[in-house]
T-cell receptor, first 116, second 113 residues
């Protein structure tokens, strides 16, 4: 079946540190891959996505590259800010082989705290 | 920018009571979803809906749950007889016909006492 595994949290970093949050997946075919972010007390917001192998998604200084060979989609940011403190979810959507809704499969989430 | 809205933002109910959670998806979207997140845990899929019928449902989505799109705009999740373990944040999501991205609402926090 389809599944997503994220690195265990919580992660605590100092401002301007380099961030990596690991995400690996198991899926049949070529799923679409997403990172969603959940700020304290809020809902899920799409951070970035990639729909095919070697694609790089990027937004707000965050990047993730779709690696088919390692089935990974690690999230990176070169210099984090206090405002990046949130929970980050990696997710996949299976390939759209048929007409119909396709659910997202989420990882367990990684809580990130950035200290000033 | 269009967004998914959900009401109420919070609901407290007694065990055994019925609750209806409401969602207004983004206009012209065709695919609709409900997910839930028990406090501190991962986001779990409940049900997907397309063309006025359920596309897929999870094991969580038992006979106590139902979904409806009564008027072409609202998308509702009903829990007929709530249990303590139904306490969670419930998220609605919608997706366009191109199925590129699911957009989530802010969630309804349900507390069953």
């Amino acid at each position: 079946g389809n599944s997503v595994t994220q690195m265990e949290g919580p992660v605590t970093l100092s401002e301007e540190a380099f961030l990596t949050i690991n995400c690996t997946y198991t899926a049949t075919g070529y799923p679409s891959l997403f990172w969603y972010v959940q700020y304290p007390g809020e809902g899920l917001q799409l951070l970035l996505k990639a729909t095919k192998a070697d694609d790089k998604g990027s937004n707000k200084g965050f990047e993730a590259t779709y690696r088919k060979e390692t089935t990974s989609f690690h999230l990176e940011k070169g210099s984090v800010q206090v405002s990046d403190s949130a929970v980050y979810f990696c997710a996949l959507q299976p390939p759209l082989f048929f007409q119909g809704a396709q659910k997202l499969v989420f990882g367990q989430g990684t809580r990130l705290t950035i200290n000033p | 920018e269009p967004e998914v809205t959900q009401t109420p933002s919070h609901q407290v109910t007694q065990m055994g009571q019925e609750v209806i959670l409401r969602c207004v998806p983004i206009s012209n979207h065709l695919y609709f979803y409900w997910y839930r997140q028990i406090l501190g845990q991962k986001v779990e899929f409940l049900v997907s809906f397309y063309n006025n019928e359920i596309s897929e449902k999870s094991e969580i989505f038992d006979d106590q749950f139902s979904v409806e799109r009564p008027d072409g705009s609202n998308f509702t999740l009903k829990i007929r007889s709530t249990k303590l373990e139904d306490s969670a944040m419930y998220f609605c999501a919608s997706e366009s016909r191109y199925q590129e991205t699911q957009y989530f609402g802010p969630g309804t926090r349900l507390l069953v006492l």
